[in-house]
T-cell receptor, first 114, second 112 residues
Protein backbone atom coordinates (compact mmCIF):
# COMPACT_ATOMS: atom_id res chain seq x y z
CA UNK A 1 0.00 0.00 0.00
CA UNK A 2 1.22 3.50 -0.82
CA UNK A 3 0.28 4.87 2.58
CA UNK A 4 -1.67 8.04 3.18
CA UNK A 5 -1.29 10.46 0.29
CA UNK A 6 -1.61 14.21 0.65
CA UNK A 7 -1.51 16.94 -1.94
CA UNK A 8 -0.13 19.41 -2.46
CA UNK A 9 3.01 19.04 -0.34
CA UNK A 10 3.54 22.76 -0.27
CA UNK A 11 1.08 25.58 -0.82
CA UNK A 12 1.82 29.27 -0.82
CA UNK A 13 -1.13 31.61 -1.19
CA UNK A 14 -2.17 35.14 -0.43
CA UNK A 15 -4.49 36.19 2.32
CA UNK A 16 -8.12 35.96 1.28
CA UNK A 17 -7.62 33.15 -1.20
CA UNK A 18 -9.33 29.77 -0.97
CA UNK A 19 -7.10 26.82 -0.16
CA UNK A 20 -8.00 23.17 -0.66
CA UNK A 21 -5.93 20.38 0.84
CA UNK A 22 -6.46 16.80 -0.29
CA UNK A 23 -6.02 13.43 1.31
CA UNK A 24 -6.28 9.83 0.18
CA UNK A 25 -6.37 7.44 3.14
CA UNK A 26 -5.08 3.90 3.20
CA UNK A 27 -7.51 1.60 1.46
CA UNK A 28 -9.85 -0.14 3.89
CA UNK A 29 -9.31 2.25 6.77
CA UNK A 30 -12.52 3.48 8.35
CA UNK A 31 -11.26 6.51 10.27
CA UNK A 32 -9.76 9.67 8.80
CA UNK A 33 -8.28 12.52 10.80
CA UNK A 34 -7.13 16.03 9.94
CA UNK A 35 -4.47 17.60 12.17
CA UNK A 36 -2.72 20.94 12.19
CA UNK A 37 0.82 21.36 13.52
CA UNK A 38 2.38 24.66 14.55
CA UNK A 39 5.32 25.56 16.74
CA UNK A 40 3.07 27.39 19.18
CA UNK A 41 0.23 24.90 19.54
CA UNK A 42 1.82 21.59 18.58
CA UNK A 43 -0.36 18.91 16.98
CA UNK A 44 -4.07 19.72 17.05
CA UNK A 45 -6.91 17.50 15.91
CA UNK A 46 -9.23 19.48 13.65
CA UNK A 47 -11.85 16.93 12.61
CA UNK A 48 -12.30 13.23 12.13
CA UNK A 49 -14.53 11.01 10.03
CA UNK A 50 -15.77 7.49 10.58
CA UNK A 51 -17.01 5.64 7.51
CA UNK A 52 -17.03 8.95 5.60
CA UNK A 53 -19.25 10.67 8.17
CA UNK A 54 -17.89 13.67 10.12
CA UNK A 55 -18.06 12.75 13.78
CA UNK A 56 -16.32 15.52 15.67
CA UNK A 57 -15.37 18.88 14.22
CA UNK A 58 -14.92 20.65 17.53
CA UNK A 59 -11.27 21.27 16.70
CA UNK A 60 -12.04 23.27 13.57
CA UNK A 61 -10.90 26.76 14.52
CA UNK A 62 -13.43 28.83 12.64
CA UNK A 63 -16.20 28.72 10.09
CA UNK A 64 -13.59 29.50 7.48
CA UNK A 65 -12.52 25.86 7.79
CA UNK A 66 -14.57 23.04 6.30
CA UNK A 67 -13.89 19.39 5.55
CA UNK A 68 -15.59 16.78 3.44
CA UNK A 69 -15.23 13.11 2.73
CA UNK A 70 -17.36 12.29 -0.33
CA UNK A 71 -16.16 8.69 -0.44
CA UNK A 72 -13.91 6.26 1.39
CA UNK A 73 -10.85 7.17 -0.64
CA UNK A 74 -10.86 10.96 -0.63
CA UNK A 75 -11.14 13.86 1.76
CA UNK A 76 -10.62 17.60 1.50
CA UNK A 77 -9.91 20.36 3.97
CA UNK A 78 -10.83 23.80 2.72
CA UNK A 79 -9.98 27.19 4.12
CA UNK A 80 -11.93 30.13 2.75
CA UNK A 81 -10.81 32.86 3.09
CA UNK A 82 -7.30 32.06 4.22
CA UNK A 83 -5.40 34.20 6.73
CA UNK A 84 -1.70 34.38 7.66
CA UNK A 85 -2.41 32.71 11.02
CA UNK A 86 -3.54 29.62 9.12
CA UNK A 87 0.07 29.01 8.10
CA UNK A 88 0.97 25.56 9.44
CA UNK A 89 1.58 21.98 8.42
CA UNK A 90 -1.65 20.07 7.92
CA UNK A 91 -1.58 16.31 8.32
CA UNK A 92 -4.08 13.71 7.32
CA UNK A 93 -4.08 10.34 9.10
CA UNK A 94 -6.15 7.20 8.78
CA UNK A 95 -6.73 4.19 10.96
CA UNK A 96 -8.56 0.91 11.10
CA UNK A 97 -10.54 0.36 14.25
CA UNK A 98 -9.57 -3.28 14.48
CA UNK A 99 -5.84 -2.48 14.64
CA UNK A 100 -5.48 -1.04 18.13
CA UNK A 101 -6.23 2.52 17.09
CA UNK A 102 -2.89 3.00 15.33
CA UNK A 103 -2.96 6.04 13.09
CA UNK A 104 -0.99 6.25 9.87
CA UNK A 105 0.07 9.74 8.89
CA UNK A 106 0.55 11.33 5.51
CA UNK A 107 3.59 13.49 4.72
CA UNK A 108 1.70 16.69 5.38
CA UNK A 109 0.95 19.87 3.47
CA UNK A 110 2.96 22.92 4.44
CA UNK A 111 0.68 25.93 4.00
CA UNK A 112 2.02 29.45 3.91
CA UNK A 113 -0.45 32.32 3.73
CA UNK A 114 1.16 35.64 2.88
CA UNK B 1 -10.25 11.99 29.54
CA UNK B 2 -6.83 10.65 28.74
CA UNK B 3 -3.79 12.88 28.52
CA UNK B 4 -0.06 12.68 27.95
CA UNK B 5 2.83 14.58 29.48
CA UNK B 6 6.26 14.46 27.94
CA UNK B 7 8.95 15.60 30.31
CA UNK B 8 11.51 17.75 28.55
CA UNK B 9 10.82 19.54 25.30
CA UNK B 10 14.48 19.17 24.31
CA UNK B 11 16.90 16.35 25.05
CA UNK B 12 20.51 16.34 23.92
CA UNK B 13 22.76 13.29 24.02
CA UNK B 14 26.14 12.37 22.61
CA UNK B 15 26.42 9.79 19.87
CA UNK B 16 26.65 6.36 21.48
CA UNK B 17 25.00 7.47 24.71
CA UNK B 18 21.73 6.20 26.15
CA UNK B 19 18.58 7.86 24.92
CA UNK B 20 15.76 8.26 27.47
CA UNK B 21 12.61 10.16 26.56
CA UNK B 22 10.00 10.37 29.28
CA UNK B 23 6.25 10.01 28.92
CA UNK B 24 3.56 9.86 31.56
CA UNK B 25 -0.09 9.36 30.81
CA UNK B 26 -3.44 9.45 32.49
CA UNK B 27 -6.28 7.21 31.46
CA UNK B 28 -9.45 5.88 33.05
CA UNK B 29 -9.20 2.56 31.25
CA UNK B 30 -6.28 0.40 30.11
CA UNK B 31 -4.94 2.50 27.26
CA UNK B 32 -3.13 1.87 24.07
CA UNK B 33 0.18 3.72 24.09
CA UNK B 34 2.31 4.84 21.17
CA UNK B 35 5.57 6.52 20.31
CA UNK B 36 5.82 8.32 17.00
CA UNK B 37 8.89 9.92 15.43
CA UNK B 38 8.88 12.92 13.12
CA UNK B 39 11.90 13.70 10.98
CA UNK B 40 12.26 17.18 9.53
CA UNK B 41 9.67 17.96 6.88
CA UNK B 42 8.02 14.57 7.22
CA UNK B 43 4.89 13.11 8.75
CA UNK B 44 4.71 11.11 11.96
CA UNK B 45 5.94 7.54 11.77
CA UNK B 46 5.09 4.87 14.31
CA UNK B 47 8.08 3.71 16.35
CA UNK B 48 6.30 1.27 18.62
CA UNK B 49 3.04 0.64 20.43
CA UNK B 50 1.72 -1.06 23.54
CA UNK B 51 -1.67 -2.70 23.36
CA UNK B 52 -1.78 -5.70 25.68
CA UNK B 53 0.55 -8.41 26.91
CA UNK B 54 4.28 -7.93 27.35
CA UNK B 55 5.04 -4.62 28.96
CA UNK B 56 8.42 -4.20 27.26
CA UNK B 57 7.79 -3.27 23.67
CA UNK B 58 10.43 -3.25 20.97
CA UNK B 59 10.15 -0.98 17.98
CA UNK B 60 12.03 0.05 14.91
CA UNK B 61 15.56 1.47 14.84
CA UNK B 62 16.53 -0.15 18.14
CA UNK B 63 14.03 1.73 20.30
CA UNK B 64 12.03 0.15 23.06
CA UNK B 65 9.57 1.30 25.71
CA UNK B 66 8.25 -0.18 28.90
CA UNK B 67 4.68 0.17 30.08
CA UNK B 68 4.61 0.67 33.85
CA UNK B 69 1.05 0.81 35.06
CA UNK B 70 1.98 1.61 38.65
CA UNK B 71 3.94 4.66 37.48
CA UNK B 72 1.59 5.50 34.57
CA UNK B 73 4.69 5.79 32.42
CA UNK B 74 5.78 4.72 28.98
CA UNK B 75 9.35 5.93 28.62
CA UNK B 76 11.25 5.46 25.37
CA UNK B 77 14.83 4.23 25.42
CA UNK B 78 17.64 3.32 23.07
CA UNK B 79 20.96 2.01 24.36
CA UNK B 80 23.17 3.85 21.90
CA UNK B 81 22.20 7.00 20.04
CA UNK B 82 22.99 7.50 16.38
CA UNK B 83 23.15 10.78 14.55
CA UNK B 84 20.21 9.62 12.47
CA UNK B 85 18.03 9.49 15.62
CA UNK B 86 17.85 13.29 15.72
CA UNK B 87 14.15 14.06 15.34
CA UNK B 88 11.03 14.99 17.28
CA UNK B 89 9.37 12.24 19.27
CA UNK B 90 5.72 12.16 20.28
CA UNK B 91 4.10 9.97 22.91
CA UNK B 92 0.39 9.29 22.45
CA UNK B 93 -2.40 7.58 24.35
CA UNK B 94 -5.65 6.23 22.96
CA UNK B 95 -8.71 4.80 24.65
CA UNK B 96 -10.90 4.84 21.56
CA UNK B 97 -10.13 4.59 17.84
CA UNK B 98 -11.36 8.14 17.46
CA UNK B 99 -9.45 9.71 20.29
CA UNK B 100 -5.67 9.77 20.28
CA UNK B 101 -4.02 12.35 22.50
CA UNK B 102 -0.49 13.42 21.66
CA UNK B 103 2.11 14.87 23.95
CA UNK B 104 3.80 18.16 23.13
CA UNK B 105 6.80 16.35 21.70
CA UNK B 106 10.47 16.04 22.64
CA UNK B 107 13.14 17.21 20.26
CA UNK B 108 16.16 14.91 20.39
CA UNK B 109 19.55 16.29 19.41
CA UNK B 110 22.50 13.94 18.97
CA UNK B 111 25.97 15.46 19.30
CA UNK B 112 28.93 13.92 17.51
Amino acid sequence: DAGVIQSPRHEVTEMGQEVTLRCKPISGHDYLFWYRQTMMRGLELLIYFNNNVPIDDSGMPEDRFSAKMPNASFSTLKIQPSEPRDSAVYFCASSLRAVYNEQFFGPGTRLTVL
Amino acid sequence: AQSVTQLGSHVSVSEGALVLLRCNYSSSVPPYLFWYVQYPNQGLQLLLKYTTGATLVKGINGFEAEFKKSETSFHLTKPSAHMSDAAEYFCAVSELPSDMRFGAGTRLTVKP
